[in-house]
């Protein structure tokens, strides 16, 4: 390694500010050069209730809009509606993994949950409904 004097006049002081801790940790630079990192760690927990409760809201209206939009075409939306309903499951399965950090995303996570449950029932029973549609469709047609 290059000593300290000539690391200063080719790469300037930005070697002993930024990577000389780093060096110090991977084991290539002189233990003195570094200086303490100070940084203060809060309570808080870093959670995506919020972005999950989203997910789910946005799942949720997606399924409920689904039977409205298919009009015509109740056979080939059961498959859109699995997606939906996987979608939700993997939403719900995230929202119950973990506990939330405030009671506001608490409250979201609930809301969410409750939400993932009503699109997975949704979906299942648009399946059915169109299921039982196409089968009727094919029995005229015979």
């Known amino acids: 390694m ?3 004097s000539i690391r200063r006049s080719i790469f300037g002081d930005y070697v002993n500010q930024e990577l000389t801790p780093l060096a110090a940790i ?3 630079g002189d233990l003195s050069e570094v200086r303490p990192f100070n940084v203060e760690l809060r309570g808080v927990r870093s959670d995506r209730k919020l972005l999950l409760f989203s997910a789910s809201l946005l799942i949720f209206v997606f399924s409920l809009f689904l039977p409205l939009l298919s009009v015509h075409t109740y056979c080939e939306n059961r498959s859109v509606a699995a ?7 993997a939403v719900l399965v995230f929202l119950l993994r973990g506990q939330a ?5 608490a409250v ?3 809301v969410g949950v409750a939400l ?3 699109a997975v029932v949704l979906n ?7 299921t039982h549609l196409c089968r009727h469709m094919f029995d005229k047609l015979l």
């Open 83 to 89: 997606v939906f309903g996987f979608g939700s499951i």
């Open 26 to 28: 991977a084991g290539r």
């Open 108 to 110: 979201a996570s609930g």
């Open 116 to 118: 993932c449950v009503l």
């Open 2 to 4: 290059f000593s300290t």
């Open 101 to 105: 950090a405030s009671i506001v995303r």
């Open 124 to 130: 299942v029973a648009f399946i059915l409904y169109a």
